[in-house]
């Protein structure tokens, strides 16, 4: 237990390190290594029931880390390896809960392979696991997961807003001062604000979806920054959509010069291939393609 003990502290370590710099192959290749540690420890001496779940569970955990760290690589192969892992792991631990939290990296991963109705399939079967049932704060974020999914498909745009308007109401109904779980620790107001944006967004309403980010910028805690870079580039793209070309850029250039992982890095180049489709020749084009061009050498 003592050695379960110091595990739980190294993944609480690496689940604010994620927060702070960003997922990236460093932190996908330490996860591993104490996944494989947490496996080891299966072997050694004799340890109850109850140690040995929760080792699996913290395998569980850490794979699930490396997991995340693949999808915001979009390396989607390696992803796909670590979440069939990962769910075995969470299956040997009997953990309602980290069930969900993975069922929410394969309905991204689905998405970003763009198999949509796979993705939507996971974030249903995340929303119906033991622990949503049992905590609204949990079912609030499987429910914007959903709503993320569900309003990227086409059809589905009212039940888009109505899972939307789940998750809100789960929130509101949460006792968000109980004990969970460090991976939870991410999920907040701002969070929840973040997440509708992308849903909004996503349904073209994008007046509604730089509310969301202008509240969930305000309200984002200091040590997210990898959150706060995803979120301004959002915020860039949802201001060009409204024709804002000299304000997006004001929001995009500062984003330039932070650490950046693939998939925000994606975003950004969706807004330059905005811009030069929506402001060619403006003086905010110009001056977007001067800096983009440098901080892309400088990548």
């Not at 499987?142 to 498909?153: D, F, N, T, W």
């Not at 939870?184 to 997440?195: K, V």
């Amino acid at each position: 237990m003592t050695d379960a003990d110091r595990l739980e502290r190294n993944f609480s370590k690496l689940v604010a390190e994620d927060n702070t710099a960003g997922a990236g192959v460093k932190l996908e290749t330490r996860a591993l290594a104490h996944a494989q540690h947490a496996m080891d420890l299966q072997a050694v001496g004799q340890a109850s029931q109850r140690v040995r779940s929760r080792l699996y569970y913290l395998a569980a955990a850490f794979t699930g880390t490396a997991l995340w760290a693949a999808l915001e690589a979009q390396m989607t192969e390696r992803a796909q390896g670590h979440l069939d892992r990962a769910m075995t792991l969470a299956g040997m631990a009997g953990s309602s809960e980290m069930q969900m939290r993975l069922w929410g990296h394969a309905a991204l991963l689905s998405l970003q392979q763009q198999h949509l109705h796979t993705a939507q399939a996971a974030a249903e079967a995340g929303q119906r696991t033991y622990v949503c049932r049992n905590d609204a704060l949990f079912r609030s974020l499987a429910s914007a997961r959903l709503a993320g999914i569900l309003s990227s498909i086409r059809g589905q745009e009212a039940a888009a807003r109505r899972t939307l308007d789940t998750a809100e109401r789960a929130y509101g109904r949460a006792d968000r001062a109980g004990e969970r779980p460090a991976w939870m620790s991410f999920f907040d107001r701002a969070e929840l604000s973040g997440l509708s944006a992308l849903v909004m967004a996503r349904l073209g309403r994008h007046d509604e979806s730089e509310a969301h980010l202008h509240q969930t910028l305000t309200l984002l805690r200091p040590e997210f920054q990898r959150n706060r870079t995803y979120y301004s580039v959002h915020l860039a793209l949802a201001q060009l959509a409204q024709g804002e070309a000299e304000q997006a850029v004001a929001t995009a250039s500062p984003i330039l010069s932070s650490p950046l992982s693939a998939r925000t890095r994606t975003l950004l180049s969706k807004f330059d291939q905005g811009i030069e489709q929506t402001a060619r020749g403006s003086k905010a084009a110009v001056e977007w393609a001067h800096r983009y061009t440098e901080g892309e050498q400088k990548l």
